[in-house]
């Protein structure tokens, strides 16, 4: 900041201003320009004296020599760093402008934007219950323009938030793709489960169907209701959309609604990727409707007696891919309806690590085997019962005419023909058997996402009980990945080493005779280079100036 003074021609001649400025860069053009923080008007009107008094009420907010301003006491700090990169990165992708535009015509008399982005920002950073997230925002973190909230102001955003969810998911949708320039061709889809540690499960009304019910859970809870989650990801690691449904919903149904949201999004060409889990004829099918396509993981053994896929008995040499990878096309069907186009993909070093862990296994069955006092039409002891059931070492045994156990060498045959190999097929005959690969292992970025679902930003507990508030736990939960998953493909760094990083930055209350002031402290250059990575403001040195 300076003084300057300028000097502007009236009808009694030149008359001389002084002005208090500031000079700033301008984001688009790059250029310096000036701001007119306050103008003391005429030269020869100062007051003087309100002048001085102004000079000594700041030289009071300076320390001298490393101590606190006379009369002043030092009130304690809260945690900025984290919070104030997630709501740069909240404006980044204009969140904040998507919520404003739809509470325009909405009279709340609490700031609901502000209470989603606090409730996002606490999942990200310190996951706890909505009842404590009172004292969080009031006492551990500083939330810009939000001094402290109240349980219920909250779960009437919550409220909000599922209310506006179709508008919210799409506006955000194609705000990231166009600030980041995504690729949304490709698609990727899986479900997980979180599960409730309550008595039994919600039983169905006339109003409405049981939400927390039992199904195939994939947390080793199958004693317990769950829901159903799924999440749409970009092959960046994006997630983009998500799903919530009771915890007994199929495959089939999931299919449907989500193939049924993403066609409103009018899209365009959009090839869904999926594992094996998905795929039914039924689902493939619907993930053909309406133009579209799919990448999806096949069995390498079909029926209960573990026939091979009749793509892997085709006849081809293998090519090597750039990342090592050896594949094979195989073509099923002809010109038929049946026709369909598969991939079958070999990792050599997978398959190194198949052959040893196989090879192991059989030692310890020989051995065993031998330890076995077999005889030729004697009954089974019961260690032989116990080998023959066994979960991993009875694939490897077979029984002869006689009733001894040996080794099933064409079992082991059949095995080592599998070793590193996965099978994928597509609907799409334009995808490069290369891209299509590509697309398949990006498949491991929605599993990352389902992890740091639950160990990342802890979704569970889930402490709500109504389907509604359920349901807005979860987007809750996909706003807070949203944005740590951008963050980290900026940076490329975790989002455990930023938080690390980050928690040094905090917001010092100092409280004086003429009020409170928030002082933040100093930037290290590690924590400026995330800022200018992620093309965000730094933290201002003074947040609030409160006179009594």
């Not at 891919?321 to 195989?330: C, M, P, Q, R």
Request: overall charge positive; aromatic content about 8%.
């Amino acid at each position: 900041m300076f003084i300057r003074t300028v000097v502007s021609k009236t009808s009694k001649g030149p008359t001389e201003y002084v002005q208090l400025c500031h000079n700033y860069r301008d984001k688009k053009t790059k250029a310096s320009k000036t701001k007119v923080i306050y103008s003391f008007g005429r030269a020869e009107q100062l007051d003087v004296d309100a002048i001085r008094r102004l000079i000594n009420s700041l030289s009071r907010l300076l320390p001298e020599e490393g101590s606190l301003p006379q009369n002043s006491q030092y009130l304690g700090s809260r945690q900025l760093g984290g919070s104030w990169l997630l709501d740069q990165m909240w404006k980044r992708l204009e969140i904040d402008k998507t919520l404003t535009k739809l509470l325009k015509d909405r009279k709340y008399e609490t700031p609901v934007e502000r209470l989603l982005f606090a409730m996002v920002a606490n999942r990200a950073l310190a996951p706890s219950s909505k009842l404590h997230m009172e004292h969080w925002v009031e006492n551990e973190t500083y939330i810009r323009d939000l001094p402290k909230v109240e349980v219920h102001q909250l779960y009437r955003a919550m409220d909000f938030l599922l209310e506006a969810s179709e508008n919210i998911q799409h506006d955000v949708f194609f705000s990231v793709a166009n600030v980041f320039n995504l690729e949304v061709d490709l698609l990727f889809l899986d479900t997980t489960t979180t599960y409730f540690e309550i008595d039994g499960e919600d039983e169905d009304t006339d109003e409405q169907d049981g939400f927390r019910k039992r199904g195939h859970g994939k947390d080793n809870h199958p004693e317990l209701a769950q829901v159903v989650i799924a999440f749409a990801v970009t092959r960046e690691g994006i997630p983009v959309r998500c799903w919530v449904w009771p915890g007994n919903t199929s495959d089939q149904s999931v299919v449907e609604e989500v193939k049924r949201d993403l066609n409103t999004w009018r899209l365009g060409r959009v090839v869904m990727v999926q594992d094996t889990g998905f795929n039914s004829n039924t689902n493939r099918r619907i993930l053909q409707g309406a133009g579209g396509h799919y990448i999806i993981g096949e069995k390498l053994r079909l029926g209960p007696k573990g026939k091979l896929h009749d793509a892997l008995k085709q006849k081809g040499k293998y090519r090597t891919l750039d990342n090592g990878l050896e594949i094979k096309e195989s073509i099923l069907g002809g010109d038929s309806e049946a026709r369909r186009r598969y991939i079958i993909i070999r990792n050599p070093k997978e398959a190194i690590r198949d052959q040893k862990k196989r090879e192991d296994i059989l030692r310890d069955v020989e051995r065993k085997l031998q330890e076995l006092k077999q005889l030729d039409g004697e009954p089974h002891e019961k260690a032989a019962c116990a080998l023959r059931s066994h979960k991993v070492f009875g694939r490897y045994i077979r029984q002869t005419k006689t009733g001894k156990l040996k080794l099933n060498k064409a079992k082991i045959s059949t095995e080592a023909q599998l070793d590193g190999k996965y099978l994928v097929s597509t609907s799409d005959d334009g995808l490069s058997a290369e891209d299509v690969v590509l697309g398949y292992k990006q498949l491991a970025a929605i599993e990352r996402v389902f992890r740091d679902l639950k160990h990342l930003i802890d979704i569970r507990p889930v402490n709500h009980r109504l389907a509604d508030r359920i349901r807005a736990h979860v987007l809750l939960c996909w706003l807070a990945m949203l944005l740590i998953r951008v963050t980290e493909n900026e940076v490329q760094q975790t989002w455990f080493q930023l938080k690390k990083i980050l928690s040094t930055i905090q917001v010092g209350i100092l409280k004086l005779p003429e009020g409170k002031v928030h002082q933040s402290n100093s930037l290290n250059p590690e924590q400026k280079a995330i800022f200018k990575g992620l093309k965000l403001d730094l933290p201002p040195k003074f947040f609030q100036i409160r006179t009594r």
